[in-house]
């Protein structure tokens, strides 16, 4: 942690030779106040702002760009930039929302202003800091005696509040996310215990408090948007259950918003466990909601990887509760996430289809598998990115990248970015594998290697790591080098390099180093159609 000196951002951001520089941040937050950044209109009369406030919105957000444009030039950390506040009270008082050039609008451009300045940039997040001091009352968010006497601008407990509102950047930017919600039913989404009170008898609906249980679904729908599995996991008996979900008509969620269920009596660990190997997500990426503190606590003290979500006793605060959890946060949405759900109902049919093949490699061509291979491109790139950050189990060096990061290599003659897309018979898994390989002297060097675990063990992997070395090796290339780096979740891709004909050239501290002949074909699985951009499949 480096923090600056008092209200010298602009300083440090425009000194190359500044201590921030020299700390080398992965993440910067610029949290400037409206009166620092606009004295004037923050503290002058009301007809001197309204007269310039085209003026001062363009100066201050010209200011800021400066500031951003500084810090992109020296750095590709990652930039939380914060809003300009409103004042409780504006200098006309009431007067001020009758004009469209007062105090408030003037404040409203600038922020318009600044969301356009960070829109420009890679790896630059706005925070909503008005929005911020609305949600928690703006006549508490400040101390004005602290403010005057020693310059500290905020009230005790606004601190709080703002640190969390922070974690909900840094929690995406350093990939501690949850993938997936695992649900309970009764009480949790719906009010009541259908087994006992049947169906007429749950309460789910307008009037409260069934009200307060289609909020929760409202929630949940808006997380299963942002890409987050759902699944449920319920003490039930399982036709009680379903009768809901396909019968009642105020049901908000449906049956194919979830990828796995598990409707039975066994213990909420044991059916977590099994959750977790059945969308083949590591169980620290799987968050759990349920109203009863007995089963929560239960899974704290068995899995207490699984992040647990605390709720309230009142079922109209459930909603609040799940929507202010940190760990489902995104900072990015890509085309992989809003398809997610689908993507998970068509492993289900892909499933069914391998119990019937009889060998694997009938069920390989049976699947009918298209793969396209290319240079990522600013098109892709936000997603190679998210793929670096959240790829555990198959990532054979496990290095993490931003979006910048990720551009200025893809734009860099020494290296090669490679994105892979695939799609099968049963749908489209999107983007989901990333190869980047540098060059020097005779050797093609595989910096990172990953593919999404929605595709393991389906000789995708292997496309992709003969399409690498058939690129290096029409650059006239002599050999293909790549490090295996284990983790504790990465035991998968462990053997990768070795069952494709890679020897081992250096071990150290449980790193190997991996080397390929160029000079020999690294075979391409003959049930694998490569389809470039803008071609027809071969």
Not at 41 to 69: F, K, M, P, T, Y
Not at 425 to 431: E, I, K, N, P, Q
Not at 510 to 538: C, M, N
Request: glycine share 6%.
């Amino acid at each position: 942690m480096h923090v600056g000196a008092f209200n010298a951002y602009s300083k440090e951001l425009l000194d190359p030779q500044s201590d921030l520089y020299g700390f080398d941040p992965q993440v910067v937050i610029l949290a400037t106040q409206t009166r620092d950044l606009l004295p004037e209109l923050w503290n002058n009369d009301s007809d001197l702002a309204a007269q310039h406030s085209e003026a001062v919105a363009v100066r201050a957000a010209a200011d800021i760009e400066h500031l951003i444009g500084s810090l992109r030039s020296r750095s590709n950390a990652h930039l939380i930039l914060n809003t300009l506040e409103m004042p409780s009270f504006p200098n006309a008082g009431i007067l001020d929302s009758q004009r469209s050039t007062g105090q408030s609008e003037t404040i409203r451009t600038v922020n318009r202003h600044i969301r356009e300045a960070a829109a420009k940039h890679l790896g630059i997040y706005v925070l909503d800091y008005d929005a911020l001091i609305a949600r928690f009352g703006r006549l508490k968010w400040a101390d004005e005696s602290k403010w005057l006497t020693m310059r500290m601008p905020l009230a005790a407990d606004s601190f709080f509040h703002l640190a969390n509102e922070y974690i909900r950047f840094l929690l995406p930017l350093c990939g501690r996310v949850c993938k997936a919600l695992l649900i309970d039913l009764d009480n949790t989404i719906w009010g009541g215990v259908i087994g006992e009170d049947g169906l007429d008898g749950i309460k789910l609906g307008a009037e409260y408090p069934g009200n307060a249980y289609l909020e929760v679904q409202r929630a949940i729908l808006d997380l299963h948007r942002r890409g987050v599995i759902l699944a449920i996991c319920s003490k039930n008996n399982p036709e009680d259950a379903l009768e809901v979900f396909n019968r009642h008509e105020a049901m908000l969620l449906r049956l194919d918003h979830f990828a796995a269920t598990r409707i039975n009596w066994q213990s909420k660990p044991e059916n977590i466990r099994e959750l977790a190997s059945e969308l083949n997500i590591g169980i620290d990426a799987l968050a759990f909601l349920d109203d009863n503190p007995l089963e929560r606590e239960e899974v704290r003290m068995l899995l207490p990887e699984v992040h647990v979500i605390d709720l309230p006793s009142s079922a109209a605060l459930f909603a609040g509760a799940l929507r202010s959890t940190p760990v489902f946060e995104r900072l990015a949405l890509s085309q992989e996430d809003r398809d997610r759900g689908t993507y998970y109902l068509a492993e289900q049919q892909r499933a069914r289809l391998q119990n019937r093949t009889v060998t694997l490699e009938d069920y390989y061509r049976s699947l009918e598998m298209v793969v396209e291979i290319g240079a990522a491109t600013s098109r892709t790139i936000a997603r190679v990115a998210q793929l670096t950050q959240k790829t555990n189990q198959f990532n054979l060096t496990t290095r993490r990248y931003s979006e910048q990061e990720i551009a200025i290599k893809a734009a860099d003659a020494r290296w090669r970015v490679y994105a892979l897309s695939a799609a099968d018979r049963f749908g489209d898994y999107g983007l989901v594998g990333v190869a980047i390989t540098s060059r020097s002297n005779d050797v093609c060097e595989i910096d990172s290697f990953l593919l999404s675990c929605r595709i393991i063990g389906r000789s995708v992997e292997t496309a992709l790591l003969s399409y690498v070395a058939r690129q290096a090796a029409s650059e006239g290339l002599r050999w293909l080098r790549g490090w295996y780096l284990p983790t504790r979740k990465s035991a998968p891709s462990k053997d990768f390099y070795q069952k494709h004909g890679f020897k081992i050239i250096s071990q150290s501290d449980g790193q190997t180093l991996f080397e390929y002949d160029l000079s020999k074909e690294l075979t391409w699985p003959q049930w694998v159609k490569l389809q470039t951009e803008g071609s027809a499949a071969r």
